[in-house]
């Protein structure tokens, strides 16, 4: 669902590496995907925690802003350390620090079994603020590894693959995650009482337990353990860096870099605050239980993953325009299908219950059409899309209200690299430090959720609560119209 991006540093034994790399780009691989997948089992534990610890909406919420504060708090660190003295990880190496945030964050899982034992929220959200600063670490050092796994020329190709396995991740986490938390280990264990002293129902005659969500993230923490090894075992090619880090704060001169901060903010925080309520409220709009909610979830950022692969061809420069529209609607099927069989081998869903779905990629088709291969057009067509969805949503009920929501999905996939492209565009020397300062802004995804469930809290329910996000993308729309060009030259 959420990528970051560095410079790609120089290398000069890129070109010794390239034959025997295979296995080791589907090592670094797999960690796009676990961290795809993990971030959005934070929408699967926001329900399963308002239940257990009977919260409020804007209570539940705290799941995100301890997540993705953690994404602040951890690259404004690195950032100052790097401004005073020099990129860390150009020291200890670019091995060990994915070693480490592979290590802190199995730490992080590894401390959900307490939280859940002693029934303790607060440690909860420790554990999920630790589980934030690994990905951190993991975002900063991954990414220039899957860069130098080749030629040059081909590195972009490289980092879209591993950002479409992170797409891949958030799709399945909701129906994988969702059926090992609200159904297989959730019979393993005494259920979950309420204040009343009554047993926790999920739906009808199953119940939550506290082993539902220590044994996954157990699992997960060993699969973290299982890289770190394989890290470690595995041969990698060395990484020197001939950029100079840097001091003081001179990317800030740049204001269509600061005006890219707050569309990042806005980004993140609108995405990821539609996702975390979206279980919630399909209860509220539907009445339906977790366990079929969740199926919902999944259509929406299986959305995001179709949108980034259409993207990766509506951006290149060497395909024809024939050659792009064809590969475009076959991508569109392709991956249709395979979110379509994903779900129905968990629920059985009907055809004719996820069909309405076809109707939005038509619509993100030719979306792309009048983007005309233009980051800022793009995203400003997306985006004003994206309001008149949630509009919709406001002005009407039941399923359609519904699809319109999941359909926001599609258009949410290219902003993220459209928005990091044009704020760090002519940045020169300042490029590394602008990126850095991109990536504190993840810390939208903190932020929003909280405010859109404090809205919800206040009117009592979150239907009306999706003006929240409008702001977010009429800001983005903004950006791409006019915000981009305003850092052609530096603020004085």
């Given at each position: 669902?959420?990528e970051?991006?560095?410079?790609?540093?120089?290398?000069?034994?890129?070109?010794?590496?390239?034959?025997?790399?295979?296995?080791v780009?589907?090592?670094?691989?797999?960690?796009?995907?676990?961290?795809?997948?993990?971030?959005?089992?934070?929408?699967?534990?926001?329900?399963?925690?308002?239940?257990?610890?009977?919260?409020?909406?804007?209570?539940s919420?705290?799941?995100?802003?301890?997540?993705?504060?953690?994404?602040?708090?951890?690259?404004?660190?690195?950032?100052?350390?790097?401004?005073?003295?020099?990129?860390?990880?150009?020291?200890?190496?670019?091995?060990?620090?994915?070693?480490?945030?592979?290590?802190?964050?199995?730490?992080?899982?590894?401390?959900?079994?307490?939280?859940?034992e002693?029934?303790?929220?607060?440690?909860?959200?420790?554990?999920?603020f630790?589980?934030?600063?690994?990905?951190?670490?993991?975002?900063?050092?991954?990414?220039?590894?899957?860069?130098?796994?080749?030629?040059?020329?081909?590195?972009?190709?490289?980092?879209?693959?591993?950002?479409?396995?992170?797409?891949?991740?958030?799709?399945?986490?909701?129906?994988?995650?969702?059926y090992?938390?609200?159904?297989?280990?959730?019979?393993?264990?005494?259920?979950?009482?309420?204040?009343?002293?009554?047993?926790?129902?999920?739906?009808?005659?199953?119940?939550?337990?506290?082993?539902?969500?220590?044994?996954?993230?157990?699992?997960?923490?060993?699969?973290?353990?299982?890289?770190?090894?394989?890290?470690?075992?595995?041969?990698?090619?060395e990484?020197?860096?001939?950029?100079?880090?840097?001091?003081g704060m001179g990317?800030?001169?740049?204001?269509?870099?600061?005006?890219?901060?707050?569309?990042?903010?806005?980004?993140?925080?609108?995405?990821?605050?539609?996702?975390?309520?979206?279980?919630?409220?399909?209860?509220?709009?539907?009445?339906?239980?977790?366990?079929?909610?969740k199926?919902?979830?999944?259509?929406?950022?299986?959305?995001?993953?179709?949108?980034?692969?259409?993207g990766?061809?509506?951006?290149?420069?060497?395909m024809?325009?024939?050659?792009?529209?064809?590969?475009?609607?076959?991508i569109?099927?392709l991956?249709?299908?395979?979110?379509?069989?994903?779900?129905?081998?968990?629920?059985?869903?009907?055809?004719?219950?996820?069909?309405?779905?076809l109707?939005?990629?038509?619509?993100?088709?030719?979306?792309?059409?009048?983007?005309?291969?233009?980051?800022?057009?793009?995203?400003?067509?997306?985006?004003?899309?994206?309001?008149?969805?949630?509009?919709?949503?406001?002005?009407?009920?039941?399923?359609?209200?519904?699809?319109?929501?999941?359909?926001?999905?599609?258009?949410?996939?290219?902003?993220?690299?459209?928005?990091?492209?044009?704020?760090?565009?002519?940045?020169?020397?300042?490029?590394?430090?602008?990126?850095?300062?991109?990536?504190?802004?993840?810390?939208g995804?903190?932020i929003m959720?909280?405010?859109?469930?404090?809205?919800?809290?206040?009117?009592?329910?979150?239907?009306?609560?999706?003006?929240?996000?409008?702001?977010?993308?009429?800001?983005?729309?903004?950006?791409?119209?006019?915000?981009?060009?305003?850092?052609?030259?530096?603020?004085?």
């Amino acid at each position: 669902m959420i990528e970051s991006k560095k410079s790609i540093p120089a290398d000069s034994t890129a070109g010794s590496v390239q034959k025997s790399n295979t296995s080791v780009l589907m090592v670094i691989i797999s960690l796009f995907f676990m961290w795809g997948f993990i971030t959005c089992m934070n929408d699967i534990l926001i329900p399963f925690l308002k239940k257990a610890f009977e919260l409020s909406r804007s209570q539940s919420m705290l799941v995100q802003f301890s997540f993705f504060m953690a994404y602040f708090v951890g690259s404004a660190v690195y950032f100052t350390i790097s401004v005073r003295s020099g990129d860390p990880i150009q020291k200890i190496g670019y091995k060990k620090g994915i070693i480490a945030g592979l290590l802190l964050s199995a730490l992080g899982c590894i401390l959900f079994y307490p939280a859940a034992e002693m029934k303790i929220y607060s440690l909860f959200l420790s554990a999920l603020f630790i589980l934030g600063l690994g990905f951190t670490l993991l975002q900063i050092t991954a990414n220039p590894y899957v860069a130098i796994l080749g030629p040059a020329k081909s590195a972009s190709s490289r980092l879209n693959l591993s950002q479409g396995f992170n797409s891949f991740g958030t799709t399945i986490a909701p129906i994988v995650g969702g059926y090992l938390i609200f159904h297989l280990f959730a019979k393993w264990g005494e259920p979950l009482l309420n204040m009343m002293g009554n047993p926790i129902e999920i739906e009808k005659g199953q119940y939550m337990s506290a082993v539902g969500v220590q044994l996954p993230y157990l699992i997960f923490a060993g699969i973290f353990i299982l890289l770190a090894v394989l890290i470690n075992f595995t041969k990698l090619p060395e990484v020197n860096s001939s950029e100079e880090v840097e001091k003081g704060m001179g990317a800030l001169k740049y204001k269509h870099l600061v005006l890219g901060m707050v569309a990042i903010f806005m980004y993140v925080g609108g995405e990821v605050s539609i996702g975390s309520v979206l279980i919630n409220y399909i209860e509220e709009l539907l009445g339906y239980s977790e366990m079929k909610a969740k199926t919902f979830l999944a259509i929406y950022w299986g959305g995001a993953m179709i949108g980034r692969f259409l993207g990766a061809v509506s951006f290149n420069d060497v395909m024809t325009k024939t050659r792009k529209t064809v590969s475009m609607v076959a991508i569109s099927l392709l991956t249709f299908i395979l979110i379509y069989s994903i779900i129905y081998m968990e629920s059985k869903m009907a055809f004719t219950t996820i069909a309405p779905f076809l109707g939005f990629i038509v619509l993100n088709l030719l979306a792309f059409k009048l983007g005309k291969s233009k980051a800022s057009r793009s995203l400003m067509i997306f985006a004003l899309v994206v309001v008149t969805l949630l509009c919709t949503t406001m002005l009407s009920t039941g399923a359609f209200a519904l699809w319109c929501v999941l359909g926001i999905g599609l258009f949410n996939s290219i902003m993220w690299s459209n928005i990091f492209t044009l704020a760090i565009a002519d940045l020169g020397k300042y490029t590394s430090q602008g990126s850095s300062l991109l990536v504190m802004m993840i810390l939208g995804g903190a932020i929003m959720p909280l405010i859109q469930a404090s809205v919800a809290d206040a009117i009592g329910g979150y239907h009306y609560s999706f003006f929240v996000p409008i702001i977010c993308y009429l800001y983005l729309a903004f950006y791409g119209w006019k915000g981009y060009k305003m850092g052609k030259t530096s603020i004085e």
